[in-house]
């Protein structure tokens, strides 16, 4: 811990003479401040679509768990005695907070992408629904089952549970799937910082002999490798950051209906999570560009 | 200081040196002399635990180089001064950045010795390039370079290892009294050369042993030198 300390006040601030040692070098760090813009980029993106996920999964979740449906299927001349029957019951389960029959135009209106605009649903022998709305503890469903069953056989409730399930599924999935490209950003990060440091150290062999044979020890070399690599990622994954920063203030708002692309944003205390990747940036650029580091001075007399 | 006892050094399954016994007293001065190809270089290496003896004893400074850790081996070269036949300088750095480099790596303060450091530049007869580049110098001033170089941190010992070869004759006895004046400082000195002339000049001068590597082996050089 106090060794990390140490490492950590030295990278703050600086040690002019550990990074002259190293000549600056072109394209590794180039390549790194590319590398960690890009990543940097692509991680806000992954971030907002892991967000705006698992905002999706909540409102639907929470949306389609307020409502439900009474469905009566009954002969003709019982239909309206089941349906009050439904809603006597309904009235008087706590945790419902209305219950109304859908007219014959609004189940006209659901089944018309099917069967057309001229359905004559009452000639036809078409449940009646009953549209429930929830309080947000809900009813206990068991208990409300068996009481329905009793005073109208014909009717089934559906807490839209079979529907509710593979869509929260699916934004769950996709909020996965974020949260795994955002680790994978951060592995490829690492990834080519490491080879970037590799080239970087390969490149140097001669200085960092010359060093080890004037006394330094493996963190004095280290240092100045780390140092640079760290300050360079850093510095990319900033600019990288901004840009998709600006890129996601520039989408279009999203709609009140919620519109799954246009709510691919930040909201709220969410848009301070964009501005870590610098720092997890940073952080990852330090810990491969040690490691790189002390695995090649291990393999130095 | 340095003591090597019946060490050896094996390189892709051949022995290169075998059964090298050797130990530098403190304030003795020691000529290593062999063919090219002998193992002259080899043998420093092994003083200065850039190799490691595949089998045998080498300690430095009573420690045995196979018990030392990377940090030990680091701080033990500080007290060991090392000029190469190729000097090995950073060339992005001035002369006297070089030179005060092992004062940096070991966390001196190479400004506050800029007084010593200027001195020494004077002692090598470098003052006027003080700010040029490696690349920038002569043969002849590299070398002395890198003898400031090996001695800016007051090492006990210093190994170098053919420092007039790049040199014309008087260059190298120029090089060859820097050393000796170190030696009369009560430095310990190892010198790898197959300059029998330097050796001869520097015997006139003063008390030294002249080791021989011969069919892979250390021994001491007989009379005709």
Known sequence: ?301 | MIELASAAYSYGGGDILTDLNLRLAPGSFHFLTGPSGSGKTTLLRLCYMQLLPSAGNVRIFGNNVHEMTRDEVATTRRRIGIVHQDCQFLDHLSLTDNIALPLDVAGRDAEAEMGNLKELLSWVGLSAQANALPPQLSGGERQRAALARAVIMSPDVIIADEPTGNVDWEMGLRLLKLLVELNKMGKTILIATHDLNLIRNAKSQISARVLRIHNRRLQLAGADL
């Open chain 1, 1 to 301: 811990m106090k060794a990390l300390l140490e490492m950590l006040r030295v990278l703050l601030s600086g040690d002019q003479k550990a990074d002259r040692v190293v000549p600056p070098s072109g394209f590794t760090a180039r390549l790194t401040v590319f590398t960690a813009g890009a990543m940097a980029f692509l991680a806000v993106f992954s971030l907002a679509l892991a967000l705006a996920t698992g905002r999706l999964a909540d409102r639907w979740s929470a949306e389609l768990a307020r409502t439900a449906t009474v469905r009566i299927s009954a002969p003709d001349g019982q239909m309206q005695a089941q349906s009050q029957a439904v809603l006597r019951v309904l009235e008087t389960t706590p945790g419902i907070k209305s219950a109304r029959v859908l007219t014959d135009a609004e189940q006209r209106k659901l089944l018309e992408p099917w069967f057309g605009p001229d359905l004559p649903v009452d000639t036809l022998p078409i449940p009646r629904l009953i549209e429930v709305v929830e309080t947000q503890d809900g009813p206990d469903i068991e208990g409300l089952r068996l009481r329905l069953s009793a005073e109208a056989p014909g009717a089934i409730f559906d807490d839209h549970t079979r529907w509710r399930r593979p869509l929260i599924d699916a934004a769950s999935r996709l909020r996965l799937l974020a949260a795994f490209s955002i680790a994978l950003i951060a592995l490829s990060t690492g990834a080519m910082i490491t080879l970037a440091a590799n080239a970087a150290l390969a490149a140097n062999a001669t200085v960092i002999s010359v060093l080890r044979l004037v006394g330094a020890r493996d963190t004095y070399i280290a240092r100045a490798f780390v140092r640079r690599f760290t300050i360079r990622a850093f510095l990319g994954a900033t600019v990288g950051t901004l840009a998709a920063l600006l890129g996601v203030i520039l989408l279009p708002s999203a709609a009140e209906e919620g519109a799954f692309l246009t709510g691919l944003g930040f909201r709220g205390w969410h848009w301070i999570l964009p501005l870590l990747i610098p720092f997890l940036a940073g952080i990852v650029a330090f810990w491969s560009t040690r490691a790189a580091a002390f695995r090649t001075l291990k393999g130095l007399t």
